[in-house]
């Protein structure tokens, strides 16, 4: 690649890539993780907006249809038993970020016999397949996972192991594709223009420097007329109402601008042009998550009930269905059970109208036979909540 002609041949406007074409290989785990959730904090707020809500769904273990309690030894190992001294909530939650982040989760039954003594949430980064050349229809014997100090090689038949969908022709070097591989490119612009916003309102303190033109005077401005500026420049910017307006300097003066310019300001306000394309491919909606633009108090219900719908379920889903795929399925026949592992859908808040929100929907002749009912607290309630007048 010769850049000098490259240039030559752009128009002005053109972008040149310094480092060649665009990778289109699969990002390392320690990049997604060290220049993705731990670096960027879109990345981070979408993951951990997300994760956080799968971690906190109302979930239950039933057994025949029948929900289990305590007493129950599978209901205490998933509730109560995740990576010593974690519950179902971070456990889950912990899972939903690697799932999120890398594209495939981890999760070790520990412990011998039919029920695991915990469950261990690992991380990917410490995680190795087995070292050989594994065939499309096949799967990997055992993963080695290193802590830092010690090797332990687990058997496939351990683990529970969640995917999103992958590329099929790197099955035999790469264990699922992450969400941020379409947009990893801009990630990476993200921590840029973050570094360069740090670097901007480190160094650019003043608005600029004044001059006066040519030698005159040795180069500096005589203090009786910089006195007079500086009067000049506190009058003006005094108040709202003398925005925009200008100073007039009694000598010929050269202004270096050494503040923020328009320029510099774009490049802050393309923030959140990046949280719109990487809340996208996790179809988050951006408004949840620092989109002031799109952000209003009318919508924020509505939005989040479509992240319920569009990740937040779905992804809980997907640890579901393989959890029950790979431990409850397996263990059901053996104990005469039916273990199943499900979300209370009628126990999330956000997914369900209030009952204020339905007799506003309600015509008004309706909605008054129906508050004629109500206690005068309730009464109040409605007219606080929904501005519902009623006498």
Known sequence: MNILTDLKSNTANSFVSLFGSRNYGNISDTDLWDKGFL??????SVINNISSKVGALPYELTDKDEVTDDADAYNELFFNNWNQDYGH???????AVNLLNFGVAFIHKKGDGLIPDELFVLPNQCMQREQ???GFYENPKYYDFYDGSKSYRIPTEDLIIIR?????????SKEGLSPLQPVWDTVLASNNRAEAEKSLFENRGAIGIISPKGNKDGGRIPDTIFTILQDKLKALIGGADKANKVIQAQVPLDFTQIGMSANDLKLIESEKMHVRRIAGVYQYPSQLVGDTDASQYANYAEALKAAYRDVILPTADLIINEF????????????AKDYKLIYNKSNIVSLNEHWSEKLNKMPVGVATKVIETLTPEEVEQIKFEIGLRYE
């Open 89 to 95: 909530e971070e456990g889950m939650r912990l899972t």
């Open 164 to 172: 999103l969908p992958y590329d099929l022709k790197r099955k035999s």
């Open 324 to 335: 029950q795929r790979s431990f409850f399925n397996k263990i059901n026949p053996l104990l």
């Open 132 to 134: 050989r050349l594994i």
């Open 39 to 44: 670096t960027n904090s879109i990345v981070y």
